[in-house]
T-cell receptor
Framework: DQQVKQNSPSLSVQEGRISILNCDYT??????FLWYKKYPAEGPTFLIS?????DKNEDGRFTVFLNKSAKHLSLHIVPSQPGDSAVYFC???????????FGTGTQLKVEL | NAGVMQNPRHLVRRRGQEARLRCSPM?????VYWYRQLPEEGLKFMVY????????ESGMPKERFSAEFPKEGPSILRIQQVVRGDSAAYFC????????????FGQGTRLTVV
């Protein structure tokens, strides 16, 4: 039972353009969402998060949008840079809990 | 301030052997989480420990797997009598507080069972 879904296994974007990574969830108890970036042979690195009381959170080139009614969130990266090429994981938490539920990841490739 | 340190980075075991994976949390962190990533999948929660205590082991297989986080020393994830299906990347994360919103991950241990 995949409670957090990332339906696009890969995404290719040109440098300078916007990258949009999507994530859907099924568990309505999730109230905190995070995005992680992962390079090969390394651990996930925290990027940005959002609480369910908000619908947008911005940090530099990264913005996360949350649509609770659709149980959907997205990560926007603008402008995209070659160094952004990595696997991006969406993750969710229930009520300040301790157990992250991850999606399967989207491989982003930013091309010159 | 060193990050979360996991060792070994790569571990090869024959079927039936034991695997021991170590995780040293960041300085000042007393909460440790273990996750497993099978090929082509996302990370799956295994266990959450706070010094000397297992808080949540709901993601741990019932048999052959155990975890500890002693008062002194690293956290250990132990897999007895490994099988090919145990081949995966095992990640450890640590946090200062008991929520995963500020957890930092190690580089992982890639276990290969031959």
């Amino acid at each position: 039972d995949q409670q957090v879904k990332q339906n696009s296994p890969s995404l290719s974007v040109q440098e300078g353009r916007i990258s949009i990574l999507n994530c859907d969830y099924t568990n309505s108890m999730f109230d905190y969402f995070l995005w992680y970036k992962k390079y090969p042979a390394e651990g996930p690195t925290f990027l940005i998060s959002i609480s369910s009381i908000k619908d947008k959170n911005e940090d530099g080139r990264f913005t996360v949008f949350l649509n609770k009614s659709a149980k959907h969130l997205s990560l926007h990266i603008v402008p995209s840079q070659p160094g952004d090429s990595a696997v991006y994981f969406c993750a969710a938490l229930v009520g300040g809990g301790n157990k992250l539920t991850f999606g399967t990841g989207t491989q982003l490739k930013v091309e010159l | 301030n060193a990050g979360v340190m996991q060792n070994p980075r790569h571990l090869v075991r024959r079927r039936g052997q034991e695997a021991r994976l170590r995780c040293s949390p960041m300085k000042g962190h007393s909460h440790v989480y273990w996750y497993r990533q099978l090929p082509e999948e996302g990370l799956k929660f295994m266990v959450y420990l706070q010094k000397e205590n297992i808080i949540d082991e709901s993601g741990m297989p019932k048999e052959r797997f155990s975890a500890e986080f002693p008062k002194e020393g690293p956290s250990i994830l132990r897999i007895q009598q490994v099988v090919r299906g145990d081949s995966a990347a095992y990640f450890c994360a640590s946090s200062w507080q008991g929520t995963n919103t500020e957890a930092f991950f190690g580089q992982g241990t890639r276990l290969t069972v031959v």
